[in-house]
């Protein structure tokens, strides 16, 4: 993603981990429309309920779709 000089239409990040929030939250304000897959049911499962709960929710806001309990194939 750092070499890239299209923006993307759609993409999609597998995991919910701190990284892949940053990365899909910066690409969906730009417009791109994003995807995130957990294994697991649960968001940003290693950090504070709190701070999860509100990052969960402001993804939400802008446009990211996220799927829980999904395998990738």
Do not use: W
Request: include cysteine.
């Amino acid at each position: 993603v750092f070499n890239i000089i299209e923006q993307p239409k759609h993409l999609v990040i597998i995991g919910v981990g701190p990284i892949g929030c940053e990365l899909g939250q910066s690409f969906a304000r730009f417009g791109t429309k994003v995807t995130m897959i957990s294994r697991g049911n649960q968001f940003l499962p290693k950090e504070d309920p709190d701070a999860a709960s509100y990052l969960h929710q402001s993804l939400k806001d802008d446009g990211v779709t996220i799927l829980f309990n999904a395998e990738p194939t």
